[in-house]
T-cell receptor, first 113, second 110 residues
Framework: DGGITQSPKYLFRKEGQNVTLSCEQN?????MYWYRQDPGQGLRLIYY???????QKGDIAEGYSVSREKKESFPLTVTSAQKNPTAFYLC????????????FGDGTRLSIL | DAKTTQPPSMDCAEGRAANLPCNHS???????VYWYRQIHSQGPQYIIH???NNETNEMASLIITEDRKSSTLILPHATLRDTAVYYC???????????FGKGTTLSVSS
């Protein structure tokens, strides 16, 4: 079945440590996105990519980094510069175009030890 | 980017139609209205989207007013599994990001 796979489902980070969240899709989508969700809040865009080896900052990119070396993969690194990383992280993908719905993975919940 | 306004919560009896309203009075002519829902601790699930005309799929119907300033998502026969947070979203100008608000928490009870 086609879909978006995020791993791990739960992740714990120590202070000062970088961690990388995985996102893989087999939907042949060109565009991929990372969102952050805090309790009781909507989603906020961190980064997005429309093509391999290119990506753009979203509304809250500070303290995060991404790469897009393959069409299928869009990993997100939460760096030590992100002072409040505890959140639910969601990856999405879509075909290009303004009327293409985004499809989401099941998320990674990151917590600080 | 156009903003949306939704009621924070709604209740619906199982088997009845659930009608979820959304206001988007600043929507521009080329922006689509999307509906997603999110069950606790899962990723949002795409439901339906539309531009001007009413739309229907296997999950729901979307009714958009003629002036496009508001819309209604209709779940024709709500079940307990439809209990979730429902988000009404207007696509941004570049069509690259979805702007999520706090949505409507729909509670379906037996």
């Amino acid at each position: 079945d086609g879909g978006i796979t995020q791993s791990p489902k739960y992740l714990f980070r120590k202070e000062g440590q970088n961690v990388t969240l995985s996102c893989e899709q087999n939907l042949n989508h060109d565009a991929m996105y990372w969102y952050r969700q805090d309790p009781g809040q909507g989603l906020r865009l961190i980064y997005y990519s429309q093509i391999v080896n290119d990506f753009q900052k979203g509304d809250i990119a500070e303290g995060y980094s991404v790469s897009r070396e393959k069409k299928e993969s869009f990993p997100l690194t939460v760096t030590s510069a992100q002072k409040n990383p505890t959140a639910f992280y969601l990856c999405a993908s879509s075909s290009l175009g303004s009327n293409q719905p985004q499809h989401f993975g099941d998320g990674t919940r990151l917590s600080i030890l | 980017d156009a903003k949306t306004t939704q009621p924070p919560s709604m209740d619906c009896a199982e088997g009845r139609a659930a009608n979820l309203p959304c206001n988007h009075s600043t929507i521009s002519g080329n922006e689509y209205v999307y509906w997603y829902r999110q069950i606790h601790s899962q990723g949002p699930q795409y439901i339906i989207h539309g531009l001007k005309n009413n739309e229907t799929n296997e999950m729901a119907s979307l009714i958009i007013t003629e002036d496009r300033k508001s819309s209604t998502l209709i779940l024709p026969h709500a079940t307990l599994r439809d209990t979730a947070v429902y988000y009404c979203i207007v696509s941004n100008q570049a069509g690259t990001a979805l702007i999520f608000g706090k949505g409507t928490t729909l509670s379906v009870s037996s």
